[in-house]
């Protein structure tokens, strides 16, 4: 490993990456119309296009996959058009990005489903947890479960909303099945009661991630499909009773499918590392042949150090890359950082979201 193993080149599938640094998916809450990405969203994406890979923010496969409002979609003509003016300006930069996939299941409200239905879930069970309409954050609404007989179908968009992604021009697809989502609840006895095949013991909770990771990787390829997990992570009151078991299960499965990597959060999502010292996450690392994505509290020197010993391939950094544009070289400087909005999080227009400066306009 060479000196500075953050910014030494690494081969993801058919991509050849210039650096480590991966720009996380990030929810902007900033589409139009249609759940259209906004013409800003070229520009957002361009600035940033220095990373070794672009994860654009998680986007909807179906109307009824939609938890917060103005979050974009992959289901649509108009929505596949939008996001081709966005890979195309990452592209034109030199850049290298891929879609993550998101079905938000339960963490829903009735306001942004369809005819005002219930979100789906795999059991019937409130998650006490907030989502983002009208501008504020209210409460999630009472799912109900899926049938038996709505499984393929749900496998089916996940696989449509893949290809609609390489239409657009995305290089591959990040599944999500981390932070307490729909594929993430299927797998956790906290969030998943079911009977059937898709309930009940490990072997049958880790099933439909695993037959969807499967589907996508036969429709767009293997090598450009990767899956995010959170082992840890309690968001959108979610937890497993044996997290260290179900993960190593999913992950044996998942490494049989070839896919190009694992993404995975370590620790609290947006929050502290401490509680990923109690889960063998280099046990992940190692029962997977494909690339690891390390995410979570990253800073240089910690990424540093965990590519030289091996516990990582590649690195995540996520709110750092909201507020600094030029973070990849920023990054190779070690600062100084742009300090981060909080009020320009979710939803508005350049503000907070295409007019951070880069060090050269300082």
Same mark, same amino acid.
């Given at each position: 490993?060479?000196?500075?193993?953050?910014?030494?080149?690494?081969?993801?599938?058919?991509?050849?990456?210039?650096?480590?640094?991966?720009?996380?998916?990030?929810?902007?809450?900033?589409?139009?119309?249609?759940?259209?990405?906004?013409?800003?969203?070229?520009?957002?994406?361009?600035?940033?296009?220095?990373?070794?890979?672009?994860?654009?923010?998680?986007?909807?496969?179906?109307?009824?996959?939609?938890?917060?409002?103005?979050?974009?979609?992959?289901?649509?003509?108009?929505?596949?058009?939008?996001?081709?003016?966005?890979?195309?300006?990452?592209?034109?930069?030199?850049?290298?990005?891929?879609?993550?996939?998101?079905?938000?299941?339960?963490?829903?409200?009735?306001?942004?489903?369809?005819?005002?239905?219930?979100?789906?879930?795999?059991?019937?069970?409130?998650?006490?947890?907030?989502?983002?309409?009208?501008?504020?954050?209210?409460?999630?609404?009472?799912?109900?479960?899926?049938?038996?007989?709505? =499984?393929?179908?749900? &496998?089916?968009?996940? %696989? /449509? @909303? !893949?290809?609609? *992604?390489?239409?657009? $021009?995305?290089?591959?697809?990040?599944?999500?099945?981390?932070?307490?989502?729909?594929?993430?609840?299927?797998?956790?006895?906290?969030?998943?009661?079911?009977?059937?095949?898709?309930?009940?013991?490990?072997?049958?909770?880790?099933? =439909?991630?695993?037959? &969807?990771?499967?589907? %996508? /990787? @036969? !429709?767009?390829? *293997?090598?450009?499909? $990767?899956?995010?997990?959170?082992?840890?992570?309690?968001?959108?009151?979610?937890?497993?009773?044996?997290?260290?078991?179900?993960?190593?299960?999913?992950?044996?499965?998942?490494?049989?499918?070839?896919?190009?990597?694992?993404?995975?959060?370590?620790?609290?999502?947006?929050?502290?590392?401490? @509680? !990923?010292?109690?889960?063998?996450?280099? $046990?992940?690392?190692?029962?997977?042949?494909?690339?690891?994505?390390?995410?979570?509290?990253?800073?240089?020197?910690?990424?540093?150090?965990?590519?030289?010993?091996?516990?990582?391939?590649?690195?995540?950094?996520?709110?750092?890359?909201?507020?600094?544009?030029?973070?990849?070289?920023?990054?190779?400087?070690?600062?100084?950082?742009?300090?981060?909005?909080?009020?320009?999080?979710?939803?508005?227009?350049?503000?907070?979201?295409?007019?951070?400066?880069?060090?050269?306009?300082?």
């Amino acid at each position: 490993m060479p000196q500075e193993p953050l910014f030494s080149p690494f081969t993801l599938g058919p991509l050849a990456l210039p650096n480590r640094i991966v720009m996380a998916p990030l929810t902007r809450n900033r589409a139009g119309p249609g759940m259209v990405p906004a013409p800003l969203a070229a520009d957002y994406y361009r600035q940033r296009a220095a990373a070794g890979l672009v994860i654009a923010e998680a986007t909807q496969i179906s109307p009824e996959g939609q938890g917060y409002q103005d979050t974009p979609g992959i289901y649509s003509a108009a929505q596949v058009a939008g996001w081709r003016k966005v890979t195309d300006a990452v592209h034109g930069a030199g850049g290298r990005m891929m879609l993550q996939l998101w079905h938000v299941g339960r963490i829903s409200n009735v306001a942004l489903q369809p005819g005002g239905a219930p979100p789906v879930a795999p059991s019937a069970i409130l998650a006490h947890a907030k989502t983002f309409v009208g501008g504020q954050f209210v409460e999630t609404s009472m799912p109900r479960a899926l049938a038996l007989d709505e =499984l393929p179908g749900l &496998v089916d968009s996940y %696989v /449509a @909303a !893949a290809r609609n *992604a390489i239409a657009a $021009g995305f290089d591959g697809v990040e599944i999500h099945a981390a932070n307490g989502y729909l594929l993430d609840q299927f797998l956790r006895d906290g969030a998943n009661h079911r009977s059937d095949a898709y309930g009940g013991p490990i072997a049958h909770r880790i099933r =439909l991630v695993v037959e &969807v990771a499967a589907a %996508v /990787a @036969a !429709a767009i390829g *293997a090598d450009r499909t $990767g899956i995010r997990l959170s082992p840890v992570s309690p968001v959108n009151d979610l937890a497993d009773s044996a997290p260290g078991p179900l993960f190593k299960a999913l992950v044996g499965q998942l490494d049989g499918l070839d896919l190009a990597f694992v993404h995975v959060i370590e620790g609290v999502t947006r929050g502290p590392r401490e @509680a !990923a010292q109690a889960f063998d996450f280099a $046990g992940l690392r190692r029962a997977f042949r494909g690339a690891y994505i390390a995410n979570n509290g990253y800073d240089r020197p910690l990424a540093d150090a965990a590519l030289r010993d091996g516990r990582a391939d590649l690195i995540a950094f996520g709110r750092l890359f909201i507020a600094n544009p030029d973070l990849v070289e920023r990054l190779r400087r070690d600062g100084p950082y742009n300090p981060l909005n909080d009020q320009t999080l979710y939803g508005g227009g350049a503000t907070g979201y295409t007019d951070y400066p880069a060090l050269a306009a300082e």
